[in-house]
C-alpha cells in the first residue's frame, strides 16, 4: 500500500463496536512507526475526521457529522429517491430502504417509515453482507461477471449457506433468475417477522447503483399481494433510475431540481394503469 492507503487504513478501524482507539493500540494494530503513525493522525483529525478526547483517545471527528448532513440533503441518487420512498409507503404500509453496494457490503443511505408496527435493523449507514436481504441480493445480482466469480472464490461456504448455488455455475444461474424477474423477495433475514421486496436502481450507463425495497410486517404475505408490492417497487426503482438519467443528461445534480411527490404520484398512477413509468 502506498501511504494514502496507509492512512486510510486507520479510518477503517473505527467501525462495528470499536470507535475508540488510543495512540498505543493503533500502533499495535498497524504496526507503523510511532513518528508515521503521529503524522497520519494529525492529517485525519486537522480534516476534522477524527478527533482526540483525554483519556479516550482517537474517535470519529466532527467532519463525518457534516459529511452525512451534506449527503442527506444533496446526494443525487438520495434526493431523486426520497418523494418516491414516501409515496411508496404513503401506499404500502412499510418502511422503504435505498441502499448502496460499499466495498462487499451494501450500505442503507435512506429510510423511511411509513408503518410504526415494527422497525427495521436495516438502519441508515448500517452495512450488511451482499448475500443477505432482498436490498442486497438484487444488487449481487446485477453486479459484473468478474466480480461475482471473486466473490464465489472467496466466499463458496457462504453462498451455499445462503442458498444461492453451490457452485459458480449454480450461484450464476440463481442470480440470472434474479435478473430476468427484475426483483426479489426475502422473508426474516434482515429483521426477523418480516419481508423485504427489492428492485435494483442504474445509472444512465445501465450499471447498478443501488436498490429501492419496501419492508412489510408481515412474514405470510399471498402471492397476489407480493405480486402488487413487487411491481409497485419495480415502478418505484424505474422512475428514479430514469430521474438520476436525465438529470445526468442535463449535466445537473438532482438535488438542485427535486421531484415533487405529486410528480411521483401521477406517474405511479399513470404505471398502475400501463404498466409504465413515463
Known sequence: MNSLERMIVILDLF?????EWTMEELQARLGYTRSTLYRYLKVLTDAGLLTSLPDVGYTLGPRIAELDYQM??????????RPVMAELVEE????ALLCRRYRERVLCVHQEQGTASFHSNYERGRARPLLQGAAS???????????????YEENPAAIQKAGLGDSLNAFRARLRLLRQAGW???VSQVTRGVTGV???????RDNVLGSLSVTIGDEHVSKERLAFVADRVVLCARIVTKT???????????GDRPMRREDVASLLSAGARNDSSD
Open 92 to 95: 404500502i404500509a412499510g418502511i
Open 137 to 151: 441480493r438484487i444488487i449481487l445480482a446485477h453486479m459484473p461477471s468478474a466480480a461475482l466469480r471473486k466473490l
Open 72 to 81: 442527506r440533503e444533496r446526494d443525487p441518487l438520495i434526493t431523486a429517491s
Open 15 to 19: 467501525e462495528g463496536d470499536r470507535l
Open 198 to 204: 427489492a428492485a435494483p436502481i442504474f445509472d444512465r
Open 244 to 254: 438520476i438519467a436525465r438529470t445526468s443528461h442535463a449535466g445537473q445534480a438532482a
Open 184 to 186: 426479489d423477495a426475502t
